[in-house]
């Protein structure tokens, strides 16, 4: 599986690529048909405190992409959340083609 990391005001940074890469590393062990992920960092100004820090993860399959989006105070809870729902998409995905 290839990860690709795009950064949209936010400096590059070796730990959070890390932490991203073991992540989906692991969710690949799950789901061994992930192609590529394409990772996106962002930051934006908000009202709120818990909010800003932005992890975008699209995953290329066979079939449709799929795609998560999560806003936290930082990266690691943006990311966690983000792999938290891809993991709840690739399984209702595997659940659908086992009826198959």
Do not use: W
């Not at 991203?20 to 996106?40: G, M, Y």
Request: hydrophobic fraction near 30%.
């Amino acid at each position: 599986m290839d990860i690709i990391y795009e950064y949209d005001n936010v400096s590059a940074s070796k730990r959070l690529e890390g932490y991203v890469e073991d992540k989906l590393n692991k969710l690949h062990e799950k789901f061994s048909d992930i192609i590529r992920a394409d990772v996106f960092f962002k930051e934006e100004n908000t009202s709120s405190d818990q909010t800003g820090k932005i992890c975008n993860i699209r995953l290329s399959l066979p079939g449709p992409r799929i795609f998560a989006e999560a806003s936290n105070e930082n990266y690691e809870d943006s990311i966690n959340e983000s792999v938290k729902e891809l993991e709840g998409q690739l399984r209702k995905r595997k659940d659908k083609m086992k009826n198959y």
